[in-house]
């Protein structure tokens, strides 16, 4: 028997109408209404959309979990600048502080919207102001165009080529100068648009007016004009701005990567034993929930039926799964092994581990500074400096200067406001970052950002993670030892026997040093696998057990101390037994890295302090840090333990770089001042990170340190050419060579001095190519 929905009614005019369980939009019922059926009820629709959303997750709604599911959940995206964290706003736009674009707090799918649009004013800008070069510049390469065509035409025809990258393309750059100037906040956008509006109006009137001009000013009977230079300023700073938003881009990989890690379904389980797949979003508290082998688990919960070993290396950094039964917690976004759960949803969307730590990164992402904020900072003197300058310039000229003074002082000052516009300092930084990247991947170094570089050179506090980061990230076995009469290769043979049914991680490492030691080779003609214990089965008419000391009923005092001897050595111990008697012992370990020691010994010499911080056990960590000569051991800690342990060094002023290669180091990797993740390790741990160093090698953080040193040193010399050779024409610009030369300066000398600056600035950058690391 059909129910009908409990939320239909009569009206006064005797017409039915419903509630819709999606949007919660009152529906008059009709022959055509769309309508669905689920567990003997009838639910009517306002649209096709709805009725699809109904279908993808019937349960969800027809329970009424919707409505609360949706007022739970904060709407809309929130927008904040990347180097003044403090702005936060509803709708994009730009930082009222630095003009900078804002950008999402937790990175969206799809592409940034600016550097798709600055993307497209870049291929304008370029597009006209290479004729424009030709046009102004073929003379010194043999192809005088201007001569050809006259000197006037040739102004026309580069006021019809600049236009379009002015009035077009310098649009947002306009709009941001505006801000900085309405904010009370000078920044580079000031001087860019001063320097590019300037040009302009200049040229425009030279070209429309030359008569006003007086006789110096021109040649062929036409005045110099500045069109090259403001379409070239122009196209010069939209090729730093898509650099850095494609660099700025990447940084919020490490979060869609660590979303990625969550399923984006979960199969729920209904009361009447029947399951299907709902979308994640719509998974409430209480639910019940199917995890299959190899699934990811789909939020934070606890296993009601089944048993299984869950990998929670995205926790815990270790590789070995956890057994896990009922009423055991597990976490979103673990994988499960081998067993089906059937688990409770505990905590769902925000609430969960993996969303915690998603707003980890995202907050320690945002609470950086990149280096162009240098530029910035000198720019708040510099512009104010500037545009005094300019207009005591106007000033003397209207009151000192030769008739037509006016045309004199409105030349001197904007001659002023062009020659300090440094056209390079759109490049100064990512110029040499882009350098400094090449030497770096040459080098086995990586580089993200300008940041990570600045950092890095006065780093000294290393945090690093133990597994994968100093030792190999892949068990070995390490020690064979019998303790009854039996050979160590027949125990060997034994243990791979066993464990070549297994699916735990440590068998591979078993069946792998017994096919190196050349044990002999047997097949289990049983196998069991106790979840927590080990394994067991019968081979060649005995039966053997592998697994720990809860796996047998008598492990006996010298088996125990040999097992604590090895523990000690920070290894994994397991005893084997033969028909319940315990005859030796197998130890599997992570190995240290061949290159670790020299590393460590390195780093200790450039003055960094190491500090290890591992989920592994305390007795194993301290049995490596003693091999290595670490400073300090933190064991047995979560994701937000490393990020506290980063935070809590950063709050007594030390520089700190954390290296680490899992998704538990993430949030670490993205608070600390420079994050560095080893190339062998997780997509996640690299996207978070500043450096990623190529095969895990921590020798390259050496490397990293020295190519810091000389791309910070190099990014200064940058910025110094982008405002010295600027700074030294203002005063030229002013007029002040008038009295001994008769001449102001010429556009060809405020245009040859501005491209001079961006020469030295990509030549001395080109050093870094050369760099000794």
Avoid at 108 to 120: H, I, K, Q, S, Y
């Amino acid at each position: 028997m059909t129910h009908h929905d409990p939320h239909m009614h009569e009206t006064a005019e005797g017409t039915s109408t419903a509630t819709d369980p999606v949007c919660g939009m009152n529906v008059t019922v009709g022959p055509d209404t769309r309508h669905a059926e689920f567990q003997g009820r009838t639910f009517h629709f306002c649209s096709d959309k709805c009725r699809q959303r109904f279908d993808s997750d019937p349960y969800f709604y027809a329970s009424g979990h919707a409505q609360d599911h949706e007022a739970a959940t904060p709407e809309g995206t929130q927008w904040t600048c990347p180097m003044h964290p403090q702005i936060v706003r509803e709708a994009p736009g730009s930082c009222p502080i630095c003009g900078m674009a804002l950008e999402p707090v937790i990175p969206t799918e799809g592409e940034n919207p600016e550097l798709a649009d600055f993307t497209r004013r870049l291929w304008v800008s370029v597009a006209c102001s290479v004729p424009l070069l030709i046009l102004t510049m073929g003379g010194m390469i043999g192809l005088p165009f201007r001569d050809w065509i006259g000197h006037g035409p040739a102004n026309w025809v580069e006021f019809v080529l600049a236009s379009p990258v002015v009035l077009w393309a310098a649009l947002p750059f306009f709009r941001r100068g505006w801000e900085s100037i309405v904010n009370r906040s000078p920044n580079m956008w000031t001087l860019i648009s001063l320097g590019v509006g300037s040009a302009y109006l200049y040229s425009i009137l030279a070209t429309l007016l030359p008569g006003l001009f007086p006789e110096h000013y021109r040649t062929n009977g036409a005045v110099g004009t500045y069109f090259e230079a403001s379409a070239v300023i122009v196209a010069l700073v939209f090729v730093g701005q898509v650099l850095e938003l494609r660099a700025r881009e990447r940084t919020g990989d490490a979060i869609r990567a660590l979303l990625d890690l969550a399923p984006k379904t979960a199969r729920r389980v209904l009361e009447d034993g029947s399951e299907y797949d709902a979308p994640l979003e719509n998974i409430v508290e209480g639910d019940r929930l199917r995890v299959r082998p190899g699934d990811a688990v789909p939020v934070d919960g606890e296993v009601i039926e089944g048993r299984s070993s869950i990998d929670e290396s995205m926790i815990t950094g270790e590789a070995v799964p956890v057994g896990k039964g009922p009423g055991d917690s597990v976490t979103g976004g673990t994988l499960n092994a081998n067993g089906s759960l059937v688990i409770a949803a505990r905590r769902v969307g925000a609430d969960t581990v993996l969303s915690q730590i998603v707003a980890m990164v995202a907050s320690a992402r945002r609470s950086r500074a990149p280096i162009q904020g240098l530029a910035d900072r000198a720019s708040a003197i510099f512009v104010p400096t500037v545009v005094g300058v300019a207009l005591l310039a106007f000033i003397g000229w209207l009151v000192w200067g030769p008739q037509p003074s006016l045309i004199s002082a409105i030349a001197a000052a904007v001659s002023v406001l062009i020659i300090a516009c440094p056209c390079a300092l759109g490049l100064a930084t990512p110029i040499s970052i882009t350098t400094a990247a090449g030497r770096g991947a040459q080098a086995g170094v990586l580089i993200r950002d300008a940041e990570a570089l600045e950092r890095m050179a006065v780093v000294d506090v290393l945090v690093v993670d133990k597994t994968g980061t100093l030792t190999e990230g892949k068990p070995k076995l390490t020690d064979v030892r019998a303790l009854a009469d039996v050979s160590e290769s027949e125990l060997l043979s034994f243990a791979a026997a066993l464990e070549t049914g297994s699916e735990h991680p440590l068998a591979e490492a078993i069946i792998d040093g017994a096919r190196e030691r050349g044990a002999p080779r047997r097949s289990a003609e049983t196998f069991e696998a106790v979840t927590g214990k080990g394994v067991k089965g019968r081979i060649q008419g005995q039966d053997v057990a592998l697994g720990n000391a809860t796996m047998l009923n008598d492990v006996g005092a010298e088996a125990e101390s040999a097992a604590e001897s090895l523990r000690a050595e920070g290894k994994t111990a397991m005893f084997i037994a033969l028909d319940g008697k315990v005859a030796g012992i197998v130890a599997v370990a992570d190995p240290v890295k061949e290159t670790t020691a020299e590393a460590i010994s390195a780093l200790h010499a450039l003055g960094l302090r190491i500090i290890m911080a591992t989920g592994d056990s305390q007795r194993t960590a301290e049995a490596v840090a003693a091999t290595l000569n670490i400073d300090d051991v933190r064991a047995g800690v979560l994701p937000e333990d490393k990020k506290a342990l980063v935070e809590e060094l950063k709050a007594r002023k030390s520089v700190v770089a954390m290296a680490g290669d899992g998704v538990n180091d993430a949030p670490a990797l993205a608070a600390a001042d420079i994050g560095i993740a080893m190339g062998t390790g997780a997509d996640v741990a690299m996207e978070s990170a500043g450096l990623t160093l190529l095969g895990g090698d921590l020798n390259g953080v050496v490397r990293a340190r020295r190519l810091a040193e000389a791309t910070l040193r190099n990014i200064k010399q940058n910025l110094f050419f982008a405002f010295a050779y600027n700074s030294a024409g203002i005063p030229i610009a002013a007029g002040v060579l008038y009295p001994l030369t008769g001449t102001l300066l010429s556009p060809m000398i405020a245009a040859a001095a501005m491209s001079l600056s961006s020469v030295s600035v990509i030549a001395n950058a080109l050093r870094l190519r050369r760099a000794k690391l």
